[in-house]
Nanobody, 127 residues
C-alpha cells in the first residue's frame, strides 16, 4: 500500500493550496480517508476526514470553513483544498486510510486508528 501526498509548498497568509493524495495497493473505496498535520514540537492532529463513499465530511474546528476535503474514487485520490491559510497552518500534512467497508457514516479522528499513512507534504504559510 502506498499513499503519495503532494501539493505542499510556501504560500503567504491568506493564500490557498490544494493537496492531493493518490493511493495504490488497496481497495480505495473501502477506506475512509483522513488528513492530519504535525507542526514541529506538536503531536499529529486531525484536520479533515471523508467517508469511503464521500457522502460525509468532518473537520477540525481550526480549519472549518476554510478547508474542504473531497475524493475521487475512480482516481484513487483524496484532496484537501486549503483557503485563507494562516501561519498556524504551517505543518507537514499527511493523508491516511482507515478500512471502513461497513462504516458509511463516520470518520475516525485519532491517528492511531488509521491503517496506512503517506509520507507527508510540507505546507509553510508566511505572515
Amino acid at each position: 500500500v502506498q499513499l503519495q501526498a503532494c501539493g505542499g509548498g510556501l504560500v503567504q497568509a491568506g493564500g490557498s493550496l490544494r493537496l492531493s493524495c493518490e493511493a495504490s495497493g488497496l481497495s480505495f473505496s473501502s477506506y475512509a480517508m483522513g488528513w492530519f498535520r504535525q507542526a514541529p514540537g506538536n503531536e499529529r492532529e486531525f484536520v479533515a476526514g471523508i467517508t469511503r463513499n464521500g457522502g460525509r465530511t468532518y473537520y477540525a474546528d481550526s480549519v472549518k470553513g476554510r478547508f474542504t476535503i473531497s475524493r475521487d474514487n475512480a482516481k484513487y485520490t483524496v484532496f484537501l483544498q486549503m483557503n485563507t491559510l494562516k501561519p498556524a497552518d504551517t505543518a507537514v500534512y499527511f493523508c491516511a486510510a482507515d478500512w471502513a467497508l461497513f462504516r458509511d457514516y463516520d470518520v475516525k479522528d485519532q491517528a492511531d486508528e488509521y491503517d496506512y499513512w503517506g509520507l507527508g507534504t510540507l505546507v509553510t504559510v508566511s505572515s
